[in-house]
């Protein structure tokens, strides 16, 4: 529905000369808010520091991980059958493990990803609502192909945002 009305409108004022002078059209770039906004910024931060013990324990299995393959792969023509199968078995399990670990490391920081920034998302939303109520902007745009630097009105809510 939205989409429909948004090329409606753009239609309408491609035709008519006369409403495209009078129409008022902005454009918002809303990676660069995502990127460079103070607020999102913050949220990495609080994500590096909420995930930091757990890429850490993962790094340290990794590095176990390698020992016990350089060891495994060193002492192997020396040591017991049983021995090295009990080894490559133990290696195996700990591979699966960082697997696991890794995958659910992923998924638990993309969830929250998707969480802080939503908050950032709805932030934006409403300090580009009250940019446009209050300049009388008669169209803003989230995402381009294009769009002139004439009507891009990132850095306004950049400012606003922070208020």
């Known amino acids: 529905m939205m989409k429909k009305t948004l090329i409606a409108f753009l239609m309408l004022a491609a035709c008519t000369p006369a409403l495209a002078a009078e129409s008022k059209i902005g454009y918002v770039n809303t990676e660069r808010i995502f990127r460079d906004s103070q607020l999102a910024q913050r949220a990495q931060k609080k994500l590096e520091k909420e995930f930091a013990a757990r890429e850490q324990d993962i790094q340290k299995q990794i590095r176990q991980a390698r020992d016990l393959q350089a060891s495994l792969e060193k002492d192997s023509l020396t040591m017991a059958e049983a021995e090295r199968t009990k080894r490559e078995r133990d290696l195996a399990n700990l591979n699966r493990d960082i697997q696991r670990a890794q995958r659910e490391f992923r998924e638990d920081l ?33 995402n381009a192909v294009y769009a002139s630097p004439r009507v891009d009105i990132t850095d306004k809510v950049l400012k606003a945002i922070e208020r």
């Open 110 to 142: 993309n969830q929250r990803k998707n969480e802080e920034f939503a908050g950032i998302h709805e932030r934006a939303r409403k300090t580009i609502m009250d940019i446009a109520k209050r300049e009388d902007f008669d169209l803003i745009v989230e």
